[in-house]
Structure formats: C-alpha cells, structure tokens
C-alpha cells in the first residue's frame, strides 16, 4: 500500500531547531522544545520530515519553487531529451537555463540549492537527536538519516560541484556558513557506508534500507569513475536483493506499479480530487497547455532528437550513430482543424498528417505522447490543439507521459490548485532496477578488466521486457484501443553480442537514453560521461533543422566547459558573509 505522508504530521517534522536554552524559558509559538522529542515518536517524526525534504517543499524556502523537486525535471531542458516548453515568453528565468544564458542569480538554481540543504539539515537533526538519546536503540533510524544526507549531498555534488558539507556538529552549533574548497565525494561515501552498516534488508515502503545504501554507494563511485569499487555493489543487489523488473514499462509510471520490486527508492506523492500538499508541486507546470481535462502549463516538451533516439534499423536495433540523419514523422507546423479564413489573402492552415511508419522502440509512446497515438488513456493526442506553444517558440510538437497521471486514475491521483495547477500523486522513482541494471552493465565495461558478456546481459535484460511489454494499441474511430493491433511500426530485439569495449559503452549509453527518457537523468549522463558539450551543441543544431524555423539556434548560447556545472548561486554566497565561494567554472 502506498505510503501517505500526511501534512499536517510534516508541518511537526519542519520545526525550526531549538532556540539556546539562555534566550528564553517558553518555547517559540510552532516549535517543540528538544526535550519533549526525546521519545521514538519525536525521533520518527523528525525522519519522516527529513524524507518529506525529497520533493523538496518547506518552510521559507528560497528560489523558485518548482525547481525544487527531486524528479529534476528541469534539467532535462538543458539536455538534448526536453525543451522547457509552453511560450518562449513565460517563465523568463527557465528559458534562459534551456539556452544557456545562465546567470549566478537564476531563480532555478537557488530553488535546488535551498531545498537539498533543507533536506541536509533536517538529516542531521535526526542524528543529532538520536545523540541525546542513550536508553533506547535507533540504529536503523540512524542508517535512515544517514542515507539521507547522503542522497542530499550527492544531489548537491552532482548539481554544484563544490558544495559545503554541514555536519550535525554545524548544525548543533549554528555554524551554517561552511567554506567550500572541493567536491565531498568522501563525506558522501561514509553516508552511504554508514547506512549500509546500520540497515537491514527489509523492504519499508518509502524507505531506504541496506540494498537501496548499497546502489547509492555504487552510483557515487561510478560517478567518480571507481568502476571496480562499483560494479561488486551494484551485482550484490542484482544476485542477491529483492528487486526485479516490473513486467510492464508503464508501471514504472503509474498508480498499479507504484512501490513494485523495480521502485528501489521512490518519492512517496498522493493526491486526489483537490489540493495536496502531498501531491508533486514541483511537476505542477508539466501538463498539457489544454488537453481532455484542461490542464497547464504545457511545460516540459519532449525533443525531436529525443524522438528520434527511438527509431530502429529493421532488426530491432537502435541507430547508435546515425539516430539524427532522419526524422520521425511529426505534425509540427499543422493545426489540429482546419483554419479557414475569409481573407483570401490569408492561407489556410493544413490539417493532414499521415503518421511515422517507420521502426520504432515501443518504449517511444510510453515516454513520448505524439499526434495520433492514445495519451494515457485519455484518448487520441489530436496534436497542436494540445500544445500551448506557438509554432514560432523553441517547444515543438510533442508532449510527456511519464509524469502524468492514466485516464483511470484521475480521481485518486490528480490534485489541483490555483490558475489551473495539477499537483499529480504519482511517485516518482529516484532509483529503480533497470537503473541498477544499466549502470551495472557500465561499471562491467569500464573496470580495469572489462567483462563485456557481463554488461551484455544486463543491457538485454532491460531490452527484453520492452520487447515482451504489451505495446500501445492503435484506437478506432470511437477512440477505443483495437485488440492486438499497435499504434506504430514497433520492432525491438537484444543485442548478440559486444564485438568491443567501444562498442559496448555506446550501446549502453545510449539505451540509457531510451530506458529513462524524461525521467531528469539525461544531463547528469552526459556530464560525468565528459561529453555533453559535443552532444548540446550538436543537438542545438540538429533541432534547429528539424523545426525548420527561422532564428531558432540564435535563440541559444553555446554550451561551454562552465555548463558542466550549475553556478552556485550568488544569494547564497551572499548571505554565507563570502564564506562560499564560486566554483573554479563559474568565477
């Protein structure tokens, strides 16, 4: 059963720490002197409000707000996997983060900032609670809060790049304002460590335990290119752990898979009919600008570079090196109805689109929604008449699936708010199997000893449920799925083998693409792969002569070795008395 957070229990969990006793006898009106936490309940109810930092809501937050969520949706717009959708006009500050005109004091940079050392801070005062404690055993609540810390750190190192690390003693003591002279790759490591030391295998709805330490160590070596320190953890979670991969894609992505054996760790959002805190805010703009149920914000737009990742080569295979020569067919350019106009001066706007026929991945239309094709149940995507975006702006033709609710789940996972926002209760999976699986496969082919049968196993593992998944069925004229009949050309097999390590760090990089798609991986990829200068700036130009519109690539700057990292941001710095200072990228 999915675990509910509720928000009236997190508003206990968000009390500001304790004020010195010398400054008053009477507690501050909303805070809970440390005392009367003393207890297993005061103990759960500061971790539960360390978890509930993930979607990255709190108290006096800074920034903007929905840059704040673990789902980092956002910075798929940097990649070349989504555009930030909607109008070029709204919301001034991400479209300058999709074109590359980045500035130190951008909204969206201080949005993750304040909310990751929300999450830090709220970690370490479980353990620092925990200390006060001598009678009773909180080891797994311990490995929890460490795990936690951990998992914000690493957040903030991979975002950052030179982020401070505060200690429960800094906490404790006040002292916030931590000088930041390196990575903290170490004091990650020894979080993960030390939750793996004090966890247990049980599988907690909603929480971490040893397993879940495990790949989270394995992902902090591989991103620091420790393959041989990587590869053992993450084949102890394969061979040994609990998890496994759904039988179908989409339950990654919907209510009926939520908390399944391939969710590892998972950001716990519920909703229903009206608003919840409870529900994804920081998703709340990534809607369709219309839509069957009237949504907004038509924000965060699939790519045709994405889109066209998904084309085969007629056995199956992904077109590793020649993916962006053709185009998948898409209606950019045509309305949904025909435009008539009685000014005859004026032409009418054509609404005729045949669809790709083309070889497809069938994991496109669960990741993709495009015109002609069912959208989560909601019925055929009629195209433009969907899209807030005008033909002139940056956000071209298609639409996300991944994050948004099915069309029978509306009543238990759609929450909604103010000016038309959706707050979805679908979870999203900060860490599933497949991850493992992929980054496993890696970790096999860049070890000192490349083990390239190894990394071919788990590639195909993943390949071989979307070969097996059921695909999207095509609709009839009533728009009702038409049994055993595709809505697309889809062909997908496994890989025979890896003829070398060149090969085979291509192919696995790029199923990586096509497995988490719109899932906010696609940035960090590129970056600790060394190569996502080429990759952007050669995107930017192929999407450019995909749309066809004219001053479309002078809209964007060109990526440079200083995008590898986002500024840290100048607010910060400033309110630290310059304690911080500018990563080396950046100054």
Known sequence: MKKKIIFSTMLVGLLLWACADDFTEKAATGNIPDQDLQTATGVELKLTAAYSAMDGERVNRQGEGVAAGG?????????????RGSTDGDNTALFQVET????TGNSWFLGRWSALYGGVNRS???LALIDQITDQDFTRQAGEAYFLRGYFNFELQKFYGYPSFISVENLVNEEFNQPNPG???AEIEADFQAAIERLDDEIIVGRANAWVAKAFLGKA??????????LPLFNDVINNGPYTLNTEFVDNFNAAGENSLESMFAIQFASDDGRSFNGNGA??????????????????????????AYQTDGSGLPLLDTYAATDVVSDYGINSTFDHDDNEETPEIPTDFTPHTGPLDPRLDYTVSRRGIDYNGFGRNPGKAWIRATFSDISGPYLPKKNVYQADEVGANRGTGGWGSDWSGINYNVMRFADVLLMAAEAAVEQTSPNL????QYVNRVRDRAKNMTYVQALDENDDPIPDTDAANYQIELYASFPDQAFARKAIRFERRLEFGMEGHRLFDLRRWGNAMETINTYIENEAEDLDQAGYDSKFNEYQPKHDLFPIPI????QSGNVLEQSPLWQ
Request: hydrophobic share 35%; glycine share 10%; aromatic share 14%.
């Open 183 to 185: 990575p903290i790759w």
């Open 221 to 230: 070596y591989l991103y620091q290119g420790k393959y041989d320190e990587a």
């Open 124 to 126: 370490n005062a479980v």
């Open 453 to 456: 049968p190894l990394a071919l």
């Open 283 to 308: 998703g709340t703009l990534n809607f369709p600008g219309g839509g069957p149920l009237g949504t907004c914000c038509g924000f965060y737009q699939p790519t045709q570079d994405l889109v066209n």
């Open 100 to 103: 590359l005109d980045w500035q």
């Open 571 to 574: 607010n910060a710095i400033d």
């Open 71 to 83: 789902d980092n949706w956002w910075t798929d717009v940097v990649s070349d996997d989504a555009h």
